[in-house]
């Protein structure tokens, strides 16, 4: 499986703009990106997912470089009840495994 | 609606006993999972199971046995717990050729 690198931690204020980082410099041409998030004691809850172009949705933003070896998660105003763990994930094709690495744990500030 | 439940939520036992979680999905997927997260947080994938098949089986214990009655369960037994078995076991389900993976919410198993 292609590996994803994370920062371990990051702290954002509430109401602002997150940018979680994720490098991929393994990432072959037919891996999707994928984006989990997991709150305190619960079970990973999907963010987003990619393959070429930018994406967005009511959650987030995935912002992909453009030779795919990057990729920015971007949730543009931060609340509370987004500290998690926000996991960075490569799947081989549509419908394979999804491998979890260690995750970012996203702190937002009051 | 729930999704994807598991019962139960939360179970102590001793070492040595057996043991089963139960996993129902009412999304109408065809593909169910069993992930294990343990103290250090690590997701892994135990199972897959494609419409009642096994496809994926991770390097685990064979105390561990999955059992697919219906495309809409999938069940763990645990045989003989050890220490090591305490951890987060969640259930999942998504479709074959789907990018989204929907997890239950997880049963917190402590052998003691």
């Known amino acids: 499986d292609a590996k994803t690198t994370q920062p371990n931690s990051m702290e954002s204020n509430e109401e602002e703009p997150v940018h979680l980082p994720c490098n991929h410099s393994?990432?072959?041409?037919?891996?999707?990106i994928h984006w989990y998030r997991q709150l305190p004691s619960q079970g990973p809850e999907y963010v987003i997912h990619g393959l070429t172009s930018n994406v967005n949705n009511r959650m987030a933003s995935l912002a992909i470089a453009e030779d795919r070896k990057s990729s920015t998660l971007i949730l543009h105003r931060a609340t509370l009840r987004d500290a998690a763990v926000y996991y960075c994930?490569?799947?081989?094709?549509?419908?394979?495994?999804?491998?979890f690495g260690e995750g970012t744990q996203l702190t937002v500030n009051p | 609606d729930t999704a994807v439940s598991q019962t139960p939520k939360y179970l102590v036992t001793q070492m040595g006993n057996d043991k089963s979680i139960k996993c129902e999905q009412n999304?109408?997927?065809?593909?169910m999972y069993w992930y294990k997260q343990d103290s250090k947080k690590f997701l892994k994938i135990m199972f897959s199971y494609n419409n009642k098949e096994l496809i994926i089986n991770e390097t685990v214990p064979n105390r561990f046995s999955p059992k697919s009655p219906d495309k809409a369960h999938l069940n763990l037994h645990i045989n003989s717990l050890e220490l090591g078995d305490s951890a987060v076991y969640f259930c999942?389900?998504?479709?074959?050729?789907?990018?989204?993976?929907?997890f239950g919410e997880g049963s917190w198993l402590t052998v003691v």
């Open positions: 393994t990432i072959s041409g037919t891996d999707y």
């Open positions: 994930i490569l799947q081989e094709t549509s419908g394979s495994r999804l491998t």
């Open positions: 999942a389900s998504s479709w074959t050729r789907g990018n989204t993976i929907y």
């Open positions: 999304l109408g997927h065809d593909t």
